[in-house]
């Protein structure tokens, strides 16, 4: 994770503990804000997730529709 940490203030200090918990050390401020950024890789992991789990759902469904459909069935003679 990448993070950027703004203030009304100029200088912070900060530190990450290993279990990846952010502690921000600054004087007395009105606001701290704090945006985390994912890398790319990541995004796009969740994107082919999120992509594959519909395609799945898609041709589940879809299997079971024509399941549903009623059959022909041809008698030779």
Known sequence: MRYTIT?????ITTSES???TLQV????????????HNP???????????TGWL????LLIGNWVLSKL???????K
């Open 18 to 20: 290993y279990r990846h």
């Open 7 to 11: 203030t009304d203030h100029g200088s």
């Open 55 to 58: 395609i799945s759902l898609l």
């Open 25 to 36: 050390k600054t004087k007395q401020t009105k606001q701290i804000t704090v945006n985390i």
């Open 70 to 76: 009623p059959t022909k069935k041809f008698v030779l």
């Open 40 to 50: 790319k890789i990541i995004t796009y992991a969740n994107f082919l997730a999120i």
